[in-house]
């Protein structure tokens, strides 16, 4: 990976990375006396905390001497009970990992099971695949951006965000009948057909997304409080980001051009035009500025998708495969062989070829994979996912190096984790 590493300035000499546990920052005697350390326990219920995260800071004075972050609060057991379930009835689980992009977890686990049929997708359902996904990068942009500026007093952004953000949930609520957590995306394709009126209400968001980006930046960027809270805060270097396996905002914030949509192109974004917005300073603020050109980028990526849907009025949504589509709800009033087709699908699944298959995609907070083994039965006998939000915790400790006590929730913040995702 060193080939990826900018030719330019690095952010700071050598590595911050601790040693020996990289996770935990610990108290060093040479810099601090220990006699003057205060040991202060945030969370896991303090609102800042981006959901149940604990950290345990020691601190001299105003800076941070040490820190370890504690996790395992909101242990889920998702990838356990997916194992349970049947391959259609898992779907519904990805989606409450990352609650925030859930549509990200949700493609990449079914991109896993085509993978192991061997299946055919339509290219509109492709299409439309993809057109959800960066609405769900958007959306998740959106939550990043106004809960971190909240914590930093700016409250105004907040409510600006989430009116776009509302937006977005509309649009999902139109295609899926849901506004989160939609199980939209199918094995072979779509759970239904794309509604009429969803094109004139998203090419209306497309014109209105740019514009309201310039408005966030227009209230965050004069703003000397802000400027001050997040330039040269929260330092990562390139060489430490990738030795910490980071990915998407948080690594291209330091310096690395590593986008999975870019590097190793998935459903159709090798036929639309986007950059790849990457900064060098790997300070809060160069994240914050990743996370808003890409809201732009995926504008622009949307609205590409419109157009090429547009023109595929009529043709399949779905794979035309019986052994695991649903049949047409049409036929399920005049065919009891339908019906009955539809009960045990439903009920007892469908077989996937013995078999294993790593899937990744650039989700909103970077590489989300998933490692899927199956024995031939109707159940998974393995499902392992890559949280980028573990990762990206494991990066605090060295943002934390050199930092006070009032750089600490725009640091965490910066990483963007969901702790649903992280304990998973």
Request: net charge negative.
């Amino acid at each position: 990976m060193s080939s990826v590493i900018p030719a330019r300035a690095a952010i700071y000499e050598g590595t911050r990375i601790p040693s020996p546990i990289p996770t935990v920052l610990a108290v060093d005697p040479a810099q601090h006396d220990l006699e003057d350390i205060l040991t202060i326990n945030f969370g896991p219920n303090h609102p800042s905390m981006h959901g149940v995260l604990r950290l345990i800071v020691d601190l001299d004075g105003e800076r941070i001497a040490g820190l370890e972050a504690v996790i395992g609060y909101l242990h889920t057991g998702f990838e356990k009970t997916m194992e349970q379930k049947t391959w259609w009835k898992g779907i519904t689980y990805p989606t409450r990992v990352d609650y925030v992009a859930f549509q990200a977890n949700e493609l990449v686990f079914v991109l896993a099971i085509e993978q192991l049929l061997g299946i055919e997708v339509p290219r509109k359902a492709t299409w439309m695949r993809q057109c959800l996904s960066e609405l769900t990068r958007i959306h998740s942009h959106l939550v990043w951006l106004g809960t971190s500026a909240l914590e930093l007093g700016a409250i105004s952004v907040f409510w600006y965000a989430f009116r776009e953000r509302d937006v977005i949930l509309d649009l999902f609520e139109m295609v899926t009948g849901v506004r989160m957590h939609t199980r939209y995306f199918q094995a072979g394709g779509l759970a239904e057909d794309i509604p009429p009126g969803f094109y004139p209400k998203a090419r209306a968001f497309c014109e209105r997304m740019p514009k309201a980006v310039d408005e966030y930046e227009q209230l965050l960027d004069s703003q000397q409080i802000w400027l001050q809270r997040t330039k040269r805060v929260g330092l990562l270097s390139a060489a430490d980001a990738l030795a910490l396996g980071q990915s998407g905002p948080v690594l291209r914030a330091s310096g690395v051009n590593w986008d999975l949509r870019k590097s190793m192109p998935y459903l159709a974004y090798d036929e639309v035009e986007f950059n790849v917005p990457v900064y060098y300073n790997g300070d809060v603020y160069d994240r914050y500025k990743v996370h808003m050109d890409e809201m732009r980028e995926s504008t622009r990526i949307v609205a590409q998708c419109l157009e090429r849907l547009e023109g595929m009025e009529g043709e399949p949504w779905i794979a035309d495969d019986r052994k695991v589509v649903l049949p047409p709800r049409e036929e399920l009033h005049t065919s009891m062989e339908s019906l009955i087709h539809h009960f045990k699908i439903v009920t007892e699944g469908y077989r996937v070829p013995e078999g294993e298959v790593y899937v990744a995609i650039e989700s909103p907070r970077g590489e989300s994979a998933v490692y899927v083994c199956s024995d031939g039965g109707p159940k998974p006998w393995r499902v392992k996912f890559r949280a980028p939000s573990l990762v990206a915790l494991e990066a605090t400790a060295t943002c934390m190096t050199d930092a006070y006590i009032a750089d600490f929730i725009a640091v965490v913040g910066s990483l963007d984790s969901v702790m649903g995702d992280t304990d998973r």
